[in-house]
């Protein structure tokens, strides 16, 4: 069974909404001795669609998602900003391999009371290999003071996509929602 490789959108692979949809890996990380409650304002930067990665669709949705989820948690865009909003996409082809193997008529069996089979029922094993191409994607968010110019949160999302999702938007803004949703640390969940 081979399935055709889907090389499109990988921030898509992060979406949870749908049973349909792959399921999101997030990992965070910030610098610890970053004092977040200082930062109030944002903008989103160098969002731009990388040719064979993302196309430009997908670039405006994933900003509009950003910026949408950093509103909610109180940031004010700004062109000023204390902190840059950048996203990155990592999209690598894969391929998984599995392989049943079948022991129809090999050999006998035992019995507590002697050996049973064999001759006749003597054959071999039938191993079939299944090849299975998917997309491994990744979307990583990373926040970076601007007074420092170092990196202060970062949010990586990971998924393995193998179909087009119905509603990209959709797809995305849960996506990054989930991404962003330790963003940033210690916030109290409502």
């Not at 926040?143 to 179909?163: E, F, P, R, Y």
Request: glycine content about 8%; overall charge positive; hydrophobic content about 35%.
């Amino acid at each position: 069974m081979k399935r055709k490789t889907l090389s499109i959108i990988p921030m898509l692979m992060l979406g949870l909404i749908y049973s349909c949809s792959p399921t999101v890996k997030v990992t965070t990380d910030y610098d610890h001795a970053a004092n977040f409650s200082e930062y109030k304002t944002f903008a989103v930067y160098d969002l731009k669609a990388q040719e064979g990665q993302v196309n430009q669709l997908n670039v405006d949705r994933v900003t509009k998602a950003i910026r949408a989820e950093m509103i909610a948690k109180g940031f004010t865009e700004s062109s000023n900003p204390d902190l840059k909003v950048n996203a990155v996409s990592i999209l690598k082809n894969k391929q998984s391999v599995s392989a049943d193997t079948n022991f129809y008529g090999y050999g006998g069996m035992y019995r507590p009371y002697g050996y049973w089979g064999g001759g006749a029922m003597m054959g071999g094993a039938n191993t079939t290999f299944n090849t299975y191409d998917y997309v491994d994607g990744s979307l990583v968010i990373d926040i970076v003071s601007t007074k420092t110019q170092k990196l202060v949160w970062q949010g990586v999302g990971n998924a393995q996509i193998d179909s087009k999702p119905d509603n990209p938007e959709e797809f995305i803004n849960n996506s990054i929602k989930k991404i962003l949703e330790g963003f940033p640390p210690g916030l109290v969940k409502k």
